[in-house]
Structures are given as C-alpha cells and as structure tokens.
C-alpha cells in the first residue's frame, strides 16, 4: 500500500518556518516592514471569494498583511489594470494576485501582462513565463501549484534526478511549469494530453506520475507502474447522497486502485491543494526578502 502524501501536514510545516523567519527578520531590522500581500477580486462568484478568504487568513497567520480589493463585476479592464498599476507602485506591498477567473468582458491576458514581474508571485506574466522556460535563467516566481508538486516531491524523499516523470495535462498554470521544473531537476519527461495515443502505455514508465488533466478518476490502477510516485492534482466533484453538501471531491486518479500500486500518493482533499497557499506565502516571502536586500 502507498504511503500517504500529507499535502496539510506539509504545508502547515512550510507555513511555520515561514512565520519563524519573519520574526527573525523583524528582530534583527529593527522598524522593517511587514510582508504585504495584495488580492484583487473582481465580481462576486463565492468559489473565488472562498479561496481570497483562504488566502487572506493564510497570510494573516504567517504575521503579513493582506489586503483584498473587491471590483464590483461590470468593472472594465482598465479600471482593473488602475488597481493592479497601483498596486506595482506600492512599496508595502511585495507579492499580488488577481484572482481567476475573471468576468469575460475582462481582457484577462492585458491584466495579467499589467502585474509586475518583480511583484508576480502567481508566476503567470509572460517575463515570468519565460524566464522559467529558458535554461540558465531564473524567473522571480515559479506558478505556485507547480512549485508546491515539486516541495511535496522533496519533503516525501522522492528522488527526482535521473527518474522518468510523466506529466498528463498541458496547462500553463500547471503542466506547462511543472514538467518545466521537473526538467530542471534532471527528470526524463514526458507531457500526455488529450491527443496522446495510448496514453496508458505512456503512464505505466513512469516513475513519477504528475496528474493534472482535469478528468475525474482518468489514471487507474493498472496504468501505474508499481512502485511509482503520484501526484493527484485535480479536483473534482461528484454526487454523494451521504455527504451534507451532496457531493465529494476526487481527484484525476482513481485513488483506491492507485494506492495499492504506488509507493506514494497524495490524497484529494488535503494533498496538493493546501501547498498552492503555502506557496503563494513562499513567493511572498521572497518578494519581501529582495526588497529588504536578502536575497
């Protein structure tokens, strides 16, 4: 049986030594500032204000301040680019977001390109983008989701160089970067997608499986190879009478067969989801600690 991948357990961890460092800083700089964190929401779906509200306590807790800018939905796309503008000439503040997804009257590209790099920390603006895709540069942040794959890679000991990894999905938000900076650490990889042929064949050599296709319960137990690292990142709800809210969460791999073939897996709820906030806090943190001249 695989061992479980505590994506919580992990985060929490990564949220402390967040907060442990800042007191460090504080104490030794004497009147520094605190890290500032910004959010802009515009409209008024609740999954986007449940996950600013998550992001905001997150934040708070590690001793930053967060602040949320609410647009209401018929806000156009230059009232959005002002806030974001801002936003970049804030000294106080180090990390921003604009939540997704935006109204569709929104040009979404032109906000995102608006954000800058130095400021970026969802890692989304094209400098961003393609400073992580050209080898021997460093961009000034990695998309968060991404970045929490491969902490949860390390921190569960899974050895990633020299390894053959299979990425199924090519978003830019998550496959993209990920198989990226699964590269960068000497991974053989591999990127499925819905046009890959036979794609079982393609998952079952892999010795790290990264499932972010969007497709409930897609990879099964007998595509894996045995022994292989998993990690689920989809989320995806399904009916269930027995449950109050009328349904579960599971995740792009079908979690009871894969358990039984893997070495390690994570779980949907509470495996890759809670380390994107822990990460999105990383990114923060370094903005912070480049304006402070540590880093």
């Known amino acids: 049986m695989a061992t479980l991948i505590d994506g919580k357990v992990i985060a929490d961890s990564i949220r402390s030594e967040i907060s442990s460092e800042l007191r460090q800083i504080m104490q030794d700089r004497a009147g520094a500032p605190r890290p ?11 999954d986007s204000q449940t996950y600013v509200r998550l992001k ?24 959005v680019v002002t806030k974001v503008q801002q936003l970049n000439a804030s000294a106080a503040i180090h990390g921003m977001i604009v939540q997704l997804p935006l109204p569709s009257h929104v040009n979404e590209a032109h906000v995102l390109e608006q954000i800058s790099p130095s400021k970026d920390v969802d890692g989304l603006h094209p400098t961003n983008v393609g400073l992580l895709h050209t080898r021997g540069k460093a961009p000034f942040f990695v998309p968060c989701t ?24 090519r978003s830019n938000i998550v496959g ?17 997608h819905s046009k890959t042929v036979r794609i079982e064949d393609v998952v079952r050599e892999a ?3 990264i499932a972010a296709c969007g497709q409930r319960e897609l990879i099964r137990g007998s595509w894996l190879r045995p ?16 449950k109050k809210a009328g349904y579960r969460l599971v995740g792009d ?20 989801g809670p380390m994107t906030i822990a990460m999105l806090l990383n990114n923060t943190m370094t903005g912070y600690k480049r304006s ?3 880093m």
């Not at 500032?36 to 008024?44: D, E, F, N, R």
């Not at 990690?231 to 009478?241: E, K, L, P, Q, S």
Request: glycine fraction near 10%; charge should be negative.
């Open 292 to 294: 402070l001249g540590l």
């Open 253 to 272: 791999v079908h979690f009871d067969e894969a358990k039984a073939v893997a070495s390690c897996i994570t779980p949907v709820p509470g495996g890759v």
């Open 56 to 79: 905001q306590k997150a934040a708070e807790e590690c001793g930053f301040i967060s602040t949320v800018i609410e647009l209401p939905e018929t806000s156009t796309t230059e009232e």
């Open 207 to 209: 010795e790290i499986v």
């Open 36 to 46: 500032g964190l910004a959010v802009i929401i515009v409209g008024s779906r609740k």
């Open 176 to 192: 993209l970067p990920v198989a990226q900076l699964l590269l960068q650490a000497n991974a053989t990889v591999t990127i499925c």
């Open 146 to 169: 991404p970045l929490g794959i491969m902490e949860l890679l390390k921190r569960s000991n899974v050895v990633v160089s020299g390894k053959r990894a299979v990425v199924i999905g």
């Open 227 to 242: 022994g292989a690292a998993v990690i689920d990142v989809g989320t995806n709800a399904v009916t269930d009478d027995t």
